[in-house]
């Protein structure tokens, strides 16, 4: 039972009136020497991030009463958690100086920095025993409540719990935000591989946190992809004859599907409208097919990794006409591609592994970098080209449904880690660590029940 209050929605704009300087080490744009050669003259490939004003917030520990004090604390890290992981807030400590109960001071937050003040409380609903959290939003520079609302709380043993609490996480980016999408409530899937190389899935929420372990039935799978309203979820398996098999799973009912096999099917993504698409060897080469049999490739070049745009209109993937793998953009409709990613013939130039925002304006590939592979973004007709990465070899990226965070693999000193990197900020942390873990999928939204 959610039961809202709106008291009075500013429009982010409005956060430079109080904002505070974000200290962010990769805040600063950096440029490396420009490359000679290249279409439409150099090109400079850099760490290329905003320098960005972040709105100071503080996240108030949770108020709860008799017997629920475990329940508080547990919400309380998980908000604290969540926001600070959107990279839309810099999150202050609340000083002893200041009193945490009872009407906010505003004056005296204001003084801090603050630009948002968050407090909940824990209540139990009436004529039952179940929790409610009742989560107030302060805008501190106009000294008002900007919004409240009660959310119901399962209980900290079930399996929804953490994501019924990253979804008021969301709630509260929503309000702050003027309505923008959050990243809490969503999961990360990725390919985890055992030291005898054979690998199963891992559903991972997006702050690193309860890990699920998928087994596939193959001693070999690739490629997960959520599909648009993330309750299935694809990938491929390798028998030990070396034939492919596209599988299609249900993550409510645990249900499966194979939806095609051959000797090599791959790198499966969804179109916009719940299709599948995939990698099709044929005749020594691959196409990109959709189920139901429509071809979106001939097969003449080697291609692999579709991603659509959001509207259907379009979609992007890998080929090498050249015998060197680069990304392309074409329309569903027919007609030439246009290829996005730098060729430099004789050069280790590699391109691959695109995936499409969500919000349409981008896509990130990752390219060979000095021999290295690294992340990268581009507009979709191929300017504005942006080097985000330059740790190890790092690829495989994957948009948030925000259409700011990536998720990518990297294989560096310390390892094969997941990462998760803010393109507007360059702030990154990592996911997992410690483990063989790679390709990951960022999932949409995930909704209640699942």
Known sequence: MDRPRVVRRRHAAEWGRRAVAAGLALAAATAAAPLGGQEGGALRLGLTYEARYVPGMVVAPVSAGAGFDELGAAVGEILRTDLDYSDRFEILAPPDTITLSGTPNYALWNQVGAVWLVTSEISVAPGTQTPLLRVSLHDIVYGNLENVQAFTLPPMDAA????????????????ATGGQQGIAATRIALRRRDGDGSSYLVLIDSDGRNPQ???????????????????????????????FSLVEMNLITGSRRTVASGRLIQTPTWTPDGRLAYAEGVGGTARIMVEGGEQLTD?????????????????????????EQ???VRRISGGPARRISIYHPREDTNAAGPDWSPNGDRIAYSAL????????TVNPDGTDRRMLTRRGESEDPSWAPDGRHLVFSSIDAQGSTVWILDVRTGRSRPLTAGRLDGLPDWSPPIPPGS
């Open 160 to 175: 929804d719990f953490r994501m019924s609490v990253h979804r008021i996480s969301d709630r509260i980016v929503f309000w």
């Open 299 to 323: 097969g003449r070049v080697q291609s692999l990794n579709p991603s659509f745009s959001p509207d259907g209109e379009s979609f992007a993937y890998e080929a090498d006409p050249a015998n």
């Open 369 to 376: 970098s000095d021999r290295r592979w690294q992340i990268f």
């Open 326 to 328: 680069q990304v392309y």
């Open 213 to 243: 372990r998928i087994d596939t039935g193959g001693r070999n799978v690739f490629s997960p992809a959520f599909s648009p309203d993330a309750t299935r979820i694809a990938y491929t398996i390798q028998d030990e004859t070396g034939y």
